[in-house]
Antibody, heavy 118, light 112 residues
Framework: EVLLVESGGGLVKPGGSLRLSCAASEFTFSNYNMDWVRQAPGKGLEWVSSISSTSSFINYADSVKGRFTISRDNAKNSLYLHMNSLRVDDTAVYFC???????????WGQGTTVTVSS | QSVLTQPPSASGTPGQRVTISCSGSRSNIGSNSVYWYQQLPGTAPKVLIYSNNQRPSGVPERFSGSKSGTSASLAISGLRSEDEADYYCATWDDNLSGPHVIFGGGTKLTVL
């Protein structure tokens, strides 16, 4: 079964840092662009960042630019999101998703919760 | 404030037909495919419609999508209680760093 599993969420104080991971299995990870999408409590979906299959192209939402860094390790079938200078409004469930130019974001992980609070 | 505009809520009774709209602009919906995602409570989103009107295998024929100009819509016929969920439209947009996905604000569907 094609699977994405996120980890690394938790409670962090404002200004702190966290690294999220997303482990992919049962598909050729290196063939796909990948995205991070977040959902604040009771709110809608917000695209956060995307990275191309070879890491050549990287893009960020304005709300996280300069604070978050997306990366991937194709040898380990893993996607990462390094989050620095965290703010209360970064509190959300963070999903990793596989990007398919035809099918859209066609595979999603179950999400990992990040809570930024003092 | 989302770039794509959806009604925040919709409702219907079992068996009814419900339509959810999604309004964008020439640079996003007007130039790209539209996708619809269904998010059941406490779960990750799932692709319901891709390429404006195509259903992935396993999605019932009750769900249909359409697009005209800078707007799109999702129709659900023969409404069932298990359709109660949040529905998001999405498409691609372009900024200085390249294309990325954008979402509508979401529509909460209630089955009365």
């Amino acid at each position: 079964e094609v699977l994405l599993v996120e980890s690394g969420g938790g409670l962090v104080k404002p200004g702190g840092s966290l690294r999220l991971s997303c482990a992919a299995s049962e598909f050729t990870f290196s063939n796909y662009n990948m995205d991070w999408v977040r959902q604040a409590p009771g709110k809608g979906l917000e695209w956060v960042s995307s990275i191309s299959s070879t890491s050549s192209f990287i893009n960020y939402a304005d709300s996280v630019k300069g604070r978050f860094t997306i990366s991937r390790d194709n040898a380990k079938n893993s996607l990462y999101l390094h989050m620095n200078s965290l703010r209360v409004d970064d509190t959300a469930v963070y999903f990793c998703a596989r990007e398919n130019s035809f099918y859209g974001l066609d595979v999603w992980g179950q999400g990992t919760t990040v809570t930024v609070s003092s | 404030q989302s770039v794509l505009t959806q009604p925040p809520s919709a409702s219907g009774t079992p068996g009814q037909r419900v339509t959810i709209s999604c309004s964008g602009s020439r640079s996003n919906i007007g130039s790209n495919s539209v996708y619809w995602y269904q998010q059941l409570p406490g779960t990750a989103p799932k692709v319901l419609i891709y390429s404006n009107n195509q259903r992935p295998s396993g999605v019932p024929e009750r769900f249909s999508g359409s697009k005209s100009g800078t707007s799109a819509s999702l129709a659900i016929s023969g409404l069932r209680s298990e359709d109660e969920a949040d529905y998001y439209c999405a498409t691609w947009d372009d900024n200085l760093s390249g294309p990325h996905v954008i979402f509508g604000g979401g529509t909460k569907l209630t089955v009365l």
